[in-house]
């Protein structure tokens, strides 16, 4: 889910603190094997989403590296798969790329802004295309195929995919290195604040690790993923006539 980030050490901390959620009990076997699912379509499709947008900029980095493609096993990096499963906070391979190759219709900061943008801009729109989908499901499935253990199985994995594909697209726009928000937000920066920021990226990451550890990404995050989730729900299942 990261866009870039080669800090080991963050990483390890983060997967210490999953760990210790996991023995302490609060997964179930049955909750990891329904999740599984989202975590796959929502990390390869919004690493693609990165190299595609890159590739249509003109740069070919991605397409050398083929990472043109939705096979998950080209987009998952094994620390940030365990981690968007177990904890819920996780990262793809990231998808590199050399912003010198970009057309210079715009500029390389506007291009990686895009770049960046992509990967959560894909994660929202798989969510609406899951939620048309779930709330089809309900429509056309019936009572009877809701009570059964498949039409219980199928919600709710695709429930938990919207969830997943949600948490993704808004944690991503955190502008805090080394989230896809911070490369959004530093196009708008003037070029010193920008420098300052790429300077002392490493205290960036720092308050990031805070923010998860205390909780507080949770507090800030959870009220805006439940509200998109209910506006959608709303809007579309009122379309299909089940909400």
């Not at 959620?21 to 329904?34: D, N, P």
């Not at 770049?115 to 959560?120: E, H, R, S």
């Not at 995919?161 to 290195?177: D, K, M, Q, R």
């Not at 998860?212 to 299942?237: K, Y």
């Amino acid at each position: 889910m990261f866009y870039s980030s080669n800090n080991y050490f963050i990483y390890a901390i983060l997967i210490m603190l999953a760990i210790s959620s996991l023995a302490r009990g609060e997964f179930s076997i049955v909750e990891l094997l329904l999740t599984l699912p989202g975590v796959l379509v929502a990390i390869t499709f919004h690493e693609f989403a990165h190299a595609y947008a890159a590739d249509k900029l003109g740069d070919s980095t991605p397409r050398m590296q083929g990472r043109l493609n939705l096979n998950p096993l080209k987009h998952l990096d094994p620390f940030g798969f365990f981690m968007l499963v177990f904890a819920h906070i996780g990262w793809g391979k990231p998808v590199q790329i050399n912003p010198r190759n970009f057309d210079r219709k715009i500029s390389m900061s506007a291009g990686e802004a895009i770049v960046a943008f992509a990967g959560p801009l894909m994660n929202f729109l798989l969510a609406i295309v899951f939620t048309i989908i779930y709330c089809a499901v309900i429509k056309f499935g019936g009572a009877a195929f809701m009570l059964t253990t498949v039409g219980n199985v199928i919600t709710t994995m695709l429930s938990y995919t919207i969830v997943v594909n949600i948490g993704l697209g808004v944690f991503n726009l955190i502008p805090l290195p080394p989230l896809d928000g911070s490369k959004i937000l530093k196009n708008f920066l003037p070029y010193n604040a920008r420098s300052w920021i790429e300077t002392h990226e490493f205290m960036f990451y720092i308050i990031f690790l805070v923010i998860w550890i205390t909780d507080l990404a949770s507090i800030i995050i959870t009220p805006i993923i439940n509200a998109i989730l209910s506006g959608m729900l709303n809007v579309i299942g009122g379309i299909f006539g089940i909400m």
